[in-house]
């Protein structure tokens, strides 16, 4: 009896705990579907749906002829799902040798069994994303890969992964290469600076993303966002202009050993930015873009600032052209500080237009500070009204501030009047200063700077960058027709007499400045280091274009700006005036060729080149002709065309067409093009007549 009531006890006490135990899995169950229902229902969907962002391809930033200044450049890199579903001891033991066999090949730094173990090893440790190798490869080697064995399978029978990296190139190199701008190499974090910082959200696009559910052990694509690709931004730079810009300015950096420089070509009428060069020297002695100096460098301009001296002056009327002013032996006294000549022995009595043309420091500080020292405000406030203390707002970042100081600041000293009218402690960058420079040429009007004309969708413009005008009017027409005239003097008469032309008359100043080192101040550790500048226009009496070139700490104690910066402004402005068609300055001897011969043009599509010599005004014979290519003849008083043909299987002779022509042409034939250089084709690599293989590389090289 007492063993009976022993078993009913512990099966009881049994029956309680099991009982007790349900009651807490119930409970527990509960808790999770009622409490915590939605945080391992979405634990769930995680694991049997995933999303994968699409990234959207990159736009591209183009020159203003289209061709390309940055673009993205696809390249993958291979990756291994040693868990996929279908990947079976069988299929991977099977075709491990082969696999490793091909990698090895491919890729040329490891050998066959060295693959092999290190996917073996991969694959014992169950690895979801192993790297096969570090390289990243092109679409067309990923082609290739594809087709090794297992990779063929795909990605749940095969494991095959293949990560995309969109990689940015520039394909001039480093022409303009601070304007364009970079990227960081984490893509989350975008542009670093240039063009590609300004207009990121453009060029970027919006990314789209595909979403995949597990269904049976493999990923099927539920639903599927197209990303849409970023807008190209067609930029102002010229990229032949560009290139003058930064071959002048590169070969005088080199020939005086200067520490850095910077050339800016700008439209007058529309702001556009043709050319902008920036070079600076590494620690080799290479010159390379390494800063954007005419953007970012503020500095004290030095002479060029005279020009706003000058406006001041004539437009409150206290001084005329043919005032006399009395600049003696070279040197004055301001207080205690002695201000002086470049000109040793001084320049007697000049003229007000003299004083400008000959760059005299002390004509220039005398007219400003006997007619202002008692009244400091009205000069300074009417450098303020022409804009000198206000930054352009352009979209590029970095655009270093301007500082031009104010009567009564904790700066101000008896002296600064006198040695701001000449350039110094007041700051302006490059770009500031030639804006100002293009105002005068613009008659007065004051434009902004404008690195993009148009952004572009898949060659369709949606949108098209118009001129912003900062200021109507700097000064009065009648200020603008008196410093003009100086401007001109300037290089006719004046200190940069060495860049006068005979085709063409150019208007623009000379600056020559000491370089501040901190508070060690002009002379410093190593001596005075200067900095040269010249700034213009041209052709001077229908100004097109403006420019300004600056060249700091030149060497070789040759600093002077007519020699250092003018020379550069003289070849940039030279090819600039030769490329124009709207010239109308012409020697006289070239008038008298034009007049007895048609021009002369190279073979090309007919369509293009009738156009364009319908346009100028020449008679066109043999536009009957059916082909779509001709080669063209001048004669007395026409110009002839005649039918070109290109016989399938032989090279072609495409000496002396533009690249565009020559590309399309070869690569219709069948023919792979590789072009070197810019201008017309003055070298192919297969000579014309032979025989050749549809898929042959033929290199042009471009002069």
């Not at 600056?550 to 402005?573: D, L, R």
Request: charged share 25%.
């Amino acid at each position: 009896m007492q063993i009976k009531k022993s078993i009913i006890l512990r099966f009881g006490l049994l029956y309680i705990g099991i009982a007790a135990l349900a009651v807490v899995i119930l409970a527990k169950a509960l808790y999770l579907q009622v409490i915590e229902g939605d945080k391992w229902d979405e634990i769930v969907e995680k694991q049997n749906n995933t999303d994968i962002v699409i990234d959207a391809n990159r736009g591209d930033i183009l020159a203003s002829d289209k061709r390309k200044l940055a673009c993205s450049v696809p390249t993958y890199r291979i990756y291994m799902d040693m868990r996929a579903n279908g990947l079976t001891d069988d299929v991977f033991n099977s075709k491990v040798d082969s696999l490793s066999l091909l990698l090895s090949r491919f890729y040329g730094d490891r050998s066959k069994n060295t693959f092999k173990a290190s996917l073996k090893k991969a694959r014992a440790q169950g690895k979801r994303y192993y790297m096969v190798h570090p390289r990243r490869i092109s679409f067309t080697e990923l082609k290739k890969v594809k087709a090794f064995p297992i990779f063929r399978l795909g990605a749940n029978k095969g494991g095959f992964i293949a990560e995309k990296n969109e990689n940015r190139k520039l394909p001039f190199g480093e022409l303009a290469a601070r304007t364009v701008g970079s990227l960081y190499a984490e893509k989350d974090l975008g542009a670093k600076f240039g063009l590609e910082r300004a207009y990121h959200n453009s060029l970027k696009g919006v990314a789209g993303v595909s979403t995949r559910t597990r269904v049976s052990g493999n990923w099927v694509v539920e639903e599927q966002i197209e990303p849409i690709d970023g807008h190209d931004i067609v930029t102002t730079i010229d990229i032949g202009l560009q290139d003058v810009a930064e071959s002048a300015l590169h070969q005088q950096l080199q020939s005086h050993q200067a520490d850095h420089g910077c050339a800016v070509l700008m439209e007058v009428a529309t702001g556009k930015i043709r050319a902008i060069a920036n070079l600076g020297r590494t620690t080799t002695g290479r010159y390379i873009e390494k800063y954007n100096y005419a953007i970012g460098e503020a500095t004290e301009p030095g002479s060029t600032f005279k020009l706003a001296s000058m406006i001041v002056a004539l437009e409150d009327g206290v001084v005329q052209l043919k005032d006399s002013i009395e600049t003696g032996k070279g040197y004055c006294y301001f207080y205690d500080r002695k201000m002086t000549d470049s000109h040793h022995g001084g320049y007697g009595t000049l003229s007000v237009k003299e004083v400008f043309e000959k760059s005299s420091n002390v004509g220039i500080s005398k007219i400003i500070f006997d007619n202002y020292r008692d009244n400091p405000r009205r000069y300074v406030d009417r450098l303020y009204s022409m804009g000198l203390k206000d930054p352009l707002g352009i979209e590029i970042k970095g655009e270093g501030l301007p500082m031009i100081k104010y009567p009564g600041e904790k700066t101000w000293s008896g002296v600064t009047l006198p040695w701001m009218s000449i350039g110094y402690e007041i700051q302006q960058t490059p770009l500031q200063v030639l804006t100002f420079y293009n105002a005068v040429a613009n008659n007065g009007k004051m434009v902004k700077p404008m690195f993009v004309e148009a952004i572009q969708h898949h060659g369709e413009t949606i949108q098209e960058m118009e001129t912003t005008v900062l200021r109507p009017s700097i000064c009065s027409l009648e200020t603008i027709e008196k410093v003009h005239k100086m401007l001109v003097g300037v290089v006719e008469d004046g200190t940069a007499k060495n860049i006068k032309s005979k085709r063409y008359k150019i208007a623009g100043k000379t600056g020559t400045a000491q370089i501040a080192k901190g508070s060690s101040g002009y002379k410093g550790e190593g001596g005075k280091k200067y900095q040269a500048s010249f700034c213009g226009y041209f052709p001077a009496d229908r100004p097109l274009y403006s420019c300004i070139v600056v060249v700091n700490a030149p060497s070789n104690n040759v600093y002077y700006a007519n020699v250092v910066a003018g020379s550069v402004f003289k070849e940039i402005a030279d090819r600039v005036y030769a490329q124009s068609f709207e010239n109308t300055d012409i020697d006289t001897e070239y008038e008298i060729q034009l007049a007895k011969h048609q021009p002369y043009s190279k073979g090309g599509k007919k369509e293009e080149l009738v156009e364009v010599l319908e346009g100028i005004g020449v008679l066109v014979q043999g536009k009957e002709v059916e082909s779509p290519w001709i080669s063209s003849s001048a004669r007395e008083h026409d110009v002839s065309l005649r039918s070109k043909s290109f016989p399938s299987g032989i090279v072609p002779n495409v000496k002396g067409m533009g690249a565009k022509d020559a590309v399309s042409i070869l690569e219709n034939m069948g023919l792979k093009v590789k072009v070197n250089g810019i201008g017309r084709v003055v070298q192919q690599s297969m000579t014309a007549g032979q025989n050749f293989r549809k898929g042959t590389t033929i290199y042009l090289r471009m002069g």
